[in-house]
């Protein structure tokens, strides 16, 4: 009798992945990032476990959008207290906090929840080329 094969998320071996930013598309990026954090380039994917890998992404205040998204395109953020929504362009975001950019377009491509949330913790995102993940080994991914 052949049994189904479900992968324990304890022994599922992880690796690291590389992706430089630096004049690519937004979307494309987090697309291809949301897609190796999740796990689903691994023939043993399961969606309520989290199988996915790392993934450092460099030069993420070198990222580009088309269209005019720069002027358009607002972040939004409420405090709470009345009065207290406050609007930020994709143009001054990226000026002052690059990564958060990044960090934003992927977590809307994760799912919600404590999966969500611990998938999540396997991203890092610098505005600049340098990184502290040198010890482990990185693997370039083009997307």
């Known amino acids: 009798m052949n049994k189904t094969f479900i992968p324990n998320s304890k022994k599922i071996k992880r690796k690291w992945y590389l992706i430089d930013a630096k004049g690519k598309i937004l979307g494309r990026i987090a697309t291809c990032a949301a897609r190796i ?3 689903k380039h691994k023939p043993v ?3 309520h476990i989290d199988c996915g890998d790392y993934v450092v992404i460099i030069n993420a205040q070198d990222v580009k ?3 005019r998204k720069m002027e358009q395109k607002m972040y939004k953020r409420y405090s709470g207290y009345p009065g207290g929504l406050k609007e930020r362009s994709l143009e001054e975001l990226l000026k002052t906090r690059p990564e958060d950019v ?4 992927i977590k809307g491509m994760i799912p919600k929840g ?3 949330r611990d998938t999540f913790k396997k991203l890092k995102v610098y505005a600049g080329s340098e990184h502290i993940h040198q010890a ?3 693997k370039t991914l083009e997307c």
């Open 37 to 39: 954090l999740r796990g």
């Open 45 to 47: 994917f399961t969606p």
């Open 102 to 105: 990044l960090k934003h377009a």
């Open 136 to 138: 482990q080994t990185l």
């Open 114 to 116: 404590p999966l969500g």
């Open 65 to 67: 959008v088309t269209g």
